[in-house]
């Protein structure tokens, strides 16, 4: 996905982040994967899914797809809110 955002390519990004989304993770921890701002940047234990959302968003943001700029962005939103519920639960 990062690379066709670096390539001007975001509706192929998104094609790929709604795939992965439609799917859902099968990943647990976190991975190797490069800075969404600066590819230049590996960084470790990465959640995935937050990265896709994330990625997703700028892509559509590029791409001038505000409808689907606001769909990720829910979805963003959602996760978080969703993370910081299981967070306080378990407390």
């Known amino acids: 996905m990062l690379a066709y955002v670096v390539l ?5 990004a998104l094609e790929l982040g709604e795939s992965y989304y439609r799917l859902g993770p099968t990943e647990r921890g976190g991975a190797w994967l490069w ?20 990625l997703a968003s700028k892509a559509a943001w590029h791409v001038g797809r505000d409808d689907l700029y606001e769909l990720w ?10 993370a910081g519920t299981e967070h306080e639960e378990s407390e």
């Open 73 to 82: 962005e829910r979805r963003l939103a959602m996760r978080e809110t969703k």
């Open 8 to 12: 001007g390519e975001g509706h192929r």
């Open 35 to 54: 800075d969404i701002d600066d590819p230049k940047v590996l960084n470790s234990d990465v959640d995935i899914l937050d990265y896709i959302l994330r």
